[in-house]
C-alpha cells in the first residue's frame, strides 16, 4: 500500500510539478482540504471508536513511504533525558526573590521529584526489556491522539499532523490507546487484528516517555522561553493536568501490560 491509498491530507502539485513553493525564507504548501470534526473532544472515547482508531493504524502500519522520502528511525532512546534533568536541578536556585510563576513551578514540582526519577529509571528498564524481544518496524504515525484525527461525515478517519512520522515498532502508535487514558488496550487490539504479539515492554515504555518528554517540553519553555503571563499559566497547568494527574493511572497500566506479557 502506498500514501495515496490513506485518508490522509496530500499536498497538491504547483504548476512547474513540485509539492512546494519557496519564497525566501518562506515554504508554502497546499494541502487537499478534510471536511469533520477533529476526536480532540471525543474523551473518554467509546471502545467502539478506538477500535476503528486500531484498524485505521494497522492500515497505516501497511503503507510503503514513497522511494526518496527519509523517515527517521525510532532508536528507543530519549535525547531529552539530560536536558530534563539539567532543568529538574535547576529549579534548586528558585528562591522567594525569583518571579512568582518560577516559585509556582519549584512548588508544582518538588513533590513529584522523587516520583520523576523514578520514571526515568523505568522507562530505561523498560527499553532494556523491550530490545530483548526482536519487533518488526512500521511506519507510524507517531502522534495520533485524538486531536490529530478527524472523523469525517462518512464516518471515516483521517490522521492529520505528520510531523512525528517515524520508522518504528507498531506498538509507538498503539500507546496511546494503551488503558492510561481509558478504554483499555483490548479494544484498541481487537480493532487492529494483529498476526503478532504485542510487546507490552514497548507499550510500557512508549506510555512513560510520553509524561516525560511532555514534561521536558513545558519544563524547557518556562525556564528558557519569553513566555507572556497566560503562556505561563498554560503550560503551568499543562504540568499538572495533563502530565502529574496522570502518573500514577500510567504506572498501573505499565503494571498491567507487564503482567499480561
Not at 80 to 104: H, V
Not at 183 to 188: L, N, R, V
Not at 224 to 249: A, G, K, T, W, Y
Amino acid at each position: 500500500m502506498h500514501l495515496e491509498a490513506l485518508d490522509a491530507p496530500l499536498p497538491l502539485p504547483t504548476t512547474s510539478g513540485t509539492l512546494q513553493a519557496d519564497t525566501g525564507p518562506l515554504l508554502f504548501a497546499l494541502y487537499t482540504f478534510i471536511p469533520g470534526e477533529t476526536l480532540a473532544n471525543a474523551y473518554p472515547m467509546s471502545r467502539e471508536l478506538v477500535g476503528q482508531i486500531g484498524r485505521a493504524l494497522a492500515q497505516l502500519h501497511t503503507v510503503r513511504p514513497p522511494e526518496g522520502l527519509h523517515v527517521p528511525p525510532d532508536d528507543l532512546t530519549a535525547p531529552f533525558d539530560q536536558e530534563l534533568r539539567e532543568n529538574l536541578a535547576a529549579l534548586d536556585a528558585i528562591t522567594t526573590a525569583s518571579p512568582p510563576f518560577l516559585q509556582q513551578l519549584r512548588a508544582l514540582v518538588e513533590p513529584r521529584r522523587t516520583q520523576i526519577d523514578a520514571f526515568l529509571e523505568q522507562s530505561d528498564a523498560y527499553a532494556e526489556k523491550a530490545r530483548q524481544k526482536p519487533t518488526h518496524r512500521v511506519l507510524c504515525h507517531g502522534d495520533p491522539w485524538g486531536g490529530n484525527i478527524i472523523r469525517t461525515s462518512s464516518q471515516r478517519l483521517t490522521f492529520l499532523d505528520w510531523e512525528a512520522a517515524i520508522i518504528a515498532p507498531p506498538e509507538r502508535d498503539a500507546y496511546l490507546y494503551s488503558g492510561f487514558i481509558k478504554p483499555d488496550f483490548s479494544a484498541f487490539a481487537a480493532g487492529y487484528e494483529a498476526p503478532f504479539q504485542w510487546n507490552m515492554a514497548l507499550l510500557a515504555y512508549y506510555t512513560y516517555r510520553l509524561q516525560l518528554r511532555n514534561l521536558a517540553a513545558w519544563l524547557h519553555s518556562l525556564l528558557h522561553e519569553p513566555l507572556n503571563e497566560v503562556q505561563r499559566l498554560n503550560n503551568l497547568d499543562m504540568i499538572e493536568n495533563h502530565c502529574f494527574d496522570r502518573l500514577e493511572s500510567v504506572e498501573q497500566t505499565a503494571r498491567a501490560l507487564i503482567a499480561q506479557q
